[in-house]
C-alpha cells in the first residue's frame, strides 16, 4: 500500500510544468518543448527513484519495555535488499491513523542491515497500539513524499510510572526487614553472628548447625489495590506507588511479587514480577465518580 504526499516545491514545480506546456504549445517554440521534457522527465525519474527506494528496504522494530514518563530506546533494523545504496529514508509507526516519525536513516548501502537506535516516550500507562510501519522518502528531487506501508499491526505494554509522578511518595508495600521468618531455614554460616536464629533441635538431626532465614533473604512484595473508587488522581497514585514498590525490590530471582486486587464482584490475584506490572498497567477504578 502506498501514499502520496505532494510537498510545498512540489506543487510549484507541477505549476511551473503546466505553464510551460501551455506556453510551449501556444507559441511552438522547439526550446520550450525541451524544457517541458526535461520537467517531465524529472517527475518520471523521481517516481522511479523513489519506490525504488521504499520497496527495497524491510524494516524491523526492536521494542523494549516501556515505563510511563521515562524514554524507552528501541532499535530499528533496516534491511537493503537492493545492489544501490538509498538516501535520506524515514522510518514511521502508523497510530491512530497517523504516522509519527521514529527513525531517520541518511544513508544505507547495498545489500546491507543497518541499525538504528530510537528514543520513545509515553505520557500514561496502558496498552499502545499500532496498525503498521512506513517507509518514507522524499527523495531525489523533493517533489513528493512517497509512503509505503508495512502490515506491522502489534501493541506493547507501558508500565506505570516509578513513584514521584503525580506526587506518589516512594512507600514500600512490602515484607523486608530483619524480622525472622516462620518458616525458611537455612544452613548457619560462619558469618552469622546471632546464635539466637540457630534451631537446636533441628540441627541436633543433622550434621551442621540450621537458622531460621531473616526477611531480608526472602524478600517478597505484598500488594494490595482496591478497585472500589472512583477513577482519577488518587487512583493513579496508588498504581504508581505500587509500582514503585515493585521496581525498589527489583527482579531478584529470590523475590516473590503477589498482588491482591478487590473489585465490585471479585477479588483477583497476580503473581510475578512482570504479570503484575502487566496488570497494572491495564487495571482501571470500578467505583463510581
Request: net charge positive; with cysteine.
Amino acid at each position: 500500500m502506498r501514499r502520496l504526499y505532494i510537498t510545498k516545491s512540489g506543487y510549484w514545480y507541477i505549476v511551473l510544468t503546466i505553464a510551460i506546456g501551455v506556453v510551449s504549445i501556444a507559441s511552438g517554440n522547439n526550446v520550450l518543448y525541451l524544457i517541458e521534457c526535461l520537467l517531465l522527465g524529472g517527475m518520471i525519474l523521481s517516481g522511479v527513484v523513489s519506490e525504488k527506494a521504499i520497496s527495497s528496504l524491510e524494516v524491523t522494530l526492536v521494542r523494549r519495555q516501556a515505563v510511563a514518563d521515562s524514554s524507552v530506546r528501541d532499535e530499528v533494523v533496516v534491511r537493503n535488499d537492493s545492489r544501490l545504496p538509498f538516501f535520506c529514508i524515514e522510518i514511521l509507526e502508523l497510530s491512530a491513523g497517523e504516522f509519527v516519525p521514529i527513525a531517520l536513516v541518511p544513508k544505507i548501502e547495498a545489500a546491507a542491515d543497518g541499525h538504528y537506535a530510537t528514543t520513545r516516550k509515553f505520557s500514561a500507562r496502558g496498552v499502545h497500539e499500532w496498525q503498521g510501519l512506513g517507509v518514507a522518502t522524499a527523495g531525489p528531487f523533493g517533489f513528493a513524499r512517497k509512503v509505503r506501508i508495512l502490515p506491522h499491526l502489534g501493541q506493547r505494554t507501558v508500565w506505570p510510572a516509578a513513584a514521584g509522578k503525580h506526587g506518589a511518595t516512594a512507600q514500600e508495600s512490602a515484607r523486608m526487614g530483619t524480622a525472622v521468618a516462620d518458616c525458611e531455614i537455612r544452613a548457619f554460616n560462619p558469618g552469622d553472628d546471632d546464635a539466637r536464629l540457630i534451631l537446636w533441635k533441628l540441627s541436633g538431626k543433622t550434621d551442621d548447625p540450621v537458622v531460621r532465614k531473616k526477611v531480608e533473604e526472602n524478600p517478597d512484595v505484598l500488594l494490595t489495590l482496591d478497585l472500589r473508587v472512583p477513577a482519577g488522581e488518587a487512583f493513579e497514585k496508588e498504581i504508581c506507588r505500587l509500582a514503585n514498590s515493585i521496581y525498589r525490590a527489583g527482579k531478584a530471582a529470590e523475590s516473590e511479587v503477589r498482588l491482591v486486587a478487590r473489585g465490585q464482584a471479585k477479588t483477583t490475584r497476580v503473581s510475578g514480577y512482570k504479570p503484575v506490572l502487566d496488570y497494572l498497567s491495564a487495571v482501571r477504578a470500578e467505583g463510581g465518580a
